[in-house]
């Protein structure tokens, strides 16, 4: 599965069965959380079934099922950090998605003390995302949940602001807000918006009302990369809001 594929097959995942990871898809998380937590200078913990995983409890008005494993997202409390663990973040949910693996993005809904991971003073738990076996089939309330939320989705055009309309410009940044579209974001908000001035693409965040907009635009930012590139234009972006995307 590419990571094109991941994103379009990727769901918040509300529900799991009791089976738990197997150790090799345990091992794979752990390294690959690793070398993010090294790249992104923030710290993704896998807490698998043996280090007190099966204790995170998740709302039950959101979940049903229990996981054995999740990641915790710790760090300092500040915008560049959440923007950082979005990214990062995120490209561990599509990883866990080629694995055939249910994610979901957890801020709120979930019980703080039931996380068993010690955290040095300056650190917070930003997020949880549990990472488990999913049914065949989201169960009715779950599937609800989510297609009320989704109810909400921007068209990719309210994603957008240049010289043209979207339906216009450039198929990598079509391709790029495509991906942006699809992916997840707290309550459904989808913050971000793309703006082209010259030949310059920018990342904006025009209306902050929570901090969790910076998790949104790193998440926004890895999605929108991984379209674009498949569209031909590889490229990074710059941190930060405003920010520029460099094609490579
Ligand atoms: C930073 C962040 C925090 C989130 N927190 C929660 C949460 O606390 N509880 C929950 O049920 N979903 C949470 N979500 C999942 C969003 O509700 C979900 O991504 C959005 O509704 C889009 O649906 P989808 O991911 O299924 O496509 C969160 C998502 C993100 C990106």
Sequence with gaps: ????????????????????????????????????????????????????????????????????????????????????????????????????????????????????????????LHDVIPIGTMPARQPFAQRTIRAGLRRRDKRPAAMYEGPTPLTEAPAWVQAGIDAVVKGPSAINEQPVVFVQEGSTLTATLPHLKRNLEYTDLGIAKLHFQIGAEAAGTPGSWEWGAPAAFIPA
């Design 1 to 124: 599965m590419t990571l094109v594929e991941a994103i379009d097959k990727r769901i918040s995942c509300r529900a799991y069965t009791d089976v738990p990871l197997g150790q090799n898809a345990l091992d794979e998380l752990s390294a690959l959380a690793g070398q993010l937590s090294e790249e992104g200078g923030f710290r993704i913990d896998i807490v698998g079934p043996s280090d007190g995983g099966a204790q995170l409890k998740l709302a039950a008005r959101m979940f049903s099922g229990r996981v054995s494993t999740y990641a915790a997202l710790i760090g300092p409390d500040d915008d560049p950090t959440r923007e950082r663990i979005g990214y990062y973040g995120e490209r561990l949910v599509l990883q866990a998605t080629q694995m055939g693996l249910g994610t979901c993005w957890v801020a709120g809904t979930f019980d703080r003390d039931s996380v068993v991971v010690p955290m040095a003073a300056e650190e917070v």
